[in-house]
């Protein structure tokens, strides 16, 4: 359980008042904060990432005391197992795909870098440098940034605002997907009903600083589909498997019913169920 009792002067729209929050978070929950700009969402973030400091309050984790002011307790952010990922994605402009997420990699551990690139469909990318990457790319990079160091939090700062519709779903496939493999807990900052009602199992709303609503969703809607194009196909003798590859994913299969597809194809992927319009299960 992640428990957060933090109070911080704030200005808000109507005034000067206080930023006053007190929630729990259930572990491996997926959790939307919402509520007009201004209402102290980006803020709370930074409380719980050890950006800012709370004028009171306690923060736990897990049983682990991250802040407590009465203890005199204030984790710096390197000590906060958390990822965080910002609207601007914030990555390193002179490092490829490959050496952002390396970058923050825990030492002895070269095999999670792998499983994320391959997670977040980044093969085709990774000597690419972020300024000749898509939006939706950038994004999907500062997300496997974020989880390469297995943190206990990760907080996602509006990571579809700049997004078009298209990019944007193919990122909720990405988030789901990982989440849902890694059971790490999400806070997610938002102002778009689409991605919280795709996402969120929980919705907290924020007015001025105070929860206004907590409302607890359960299940919600199946995993946006995403339809792309064959751009390759071969077949990998060696590891006698089927490698399909689009403009933003590589796809990999055995079955032999792969051999039928030829460039141009057309592939729809919705979370683990992946078929093409032609009928062949993928």
């Given at each position: 359980m992640i428990h957060i009792d933090v109070i911080l002067p704030r200005l808000f729209a109507e005034g000067a008042?206080?930023?006053?929050?007190?929630?729990?978070?259930?572990?491996?929950?997926?959790?939307?904060?919402?509520?007009?700009?201004?209402?102290?969402?980006?803020?709370?973030?930074?409380?719980?990432?050890?950006?800012?400091?709370?004028?009171?309050?306690?923060?736990?984790?897990?049983?682990?005391?991250?802040?407590?002011?009465?203890?005199?307790?204030?984790?710096?952010?390197?000590?906060?197992?958390?990822?965080?990922?910002?609207?601007?994605?914030?990555?390193?402009?002179?490092?490829?795909?490959?050496?952002?997420?390396?970058?923050?990699?825990?030492?002895?551990?070269?095999?999670?870098?792998?499983?994320?690139?391959?997670?977040?469909?980044?093969?085709?990318?990774?000597?690419?440098?972020?300024?000749?990457?898509?939006?939706?790319?950038?994004?999907?990079?500062a997300l496997a940034r974020a989880l390469v160091r297995r943190p206990r939090l990760l907080l996602l700062d509006e990571p579809f605002a700049a997004l078009d519709t298209h990019s944007s779903h193919q990122l909720q496939q990405v988030l789901v997907k990982l989440h849902q493999q890694w059971q790490t807990t999400t806070l997610l900052v938002s102002h778009h009903d689409a991605d919280v009602q795709a996402l969120a199992d929980r919705v907290i709303r924020l007015v001025e600083g105070h929860v206004q609503t907590d409302e607890r969703i359960g299940s919600r809607?199946?995993?946006?589909?995403?339809?792309?194009?064959?751009?390759?196909?071969?077949?990998?003798?060696?590891?006698?498997?089927?490698?399909?590859?689009?403009a933003n994913s590589r796809l990999q299969s055995t079955n032999p019913a792969w051999s039928q597809f030829k460039v141009g194809d057309e592939v729809q992927l919705a979370g683990k169920t992946q078929r093409t319009n032609g009928g062949f299960n993928l």
């Open positions: 008042t206080e930023l006053n929050v007190q929630i729990e978070l259930e572990l491996g929950g997926l959790t939307a904060l919402v509520g007009p700009s201004g209402s102290g969402k980006t803020t709370l973030l930074r409380l719980l990432a050890g950006l800012e400091t709370p004028r009171s309050g306690r923060i736990t984790v897990d049983g682990a005391v991250w802040y407590d002011k009465e203890e005199g307790v204030n984790l710096p952010p390197q000590q906060r197992a958390i990822g965080f990922v910002f609207q601007d994605t914030a990555l390193f402009p002179n490092m490829t795909v490959r050496e952002n997420i390396a970058y923050a990699a825990p030492g002895g551990q070269p095999g999670l870098v792998e499983e994320l690139i391959e997670g977040t469909g980044l093969e085709p990318f990774l000597n690419r440098k972020p300024g000749r990457l898509s939006g939706g790319q950038r994004q999907r990079v809607m199946p995993d946006p589909l995403m339809h792309e194009r064959i751009k390759q196909i071969e077949y990998d003798e060696n590891r006698q498997v089927w490698v399909i590859e689009t």
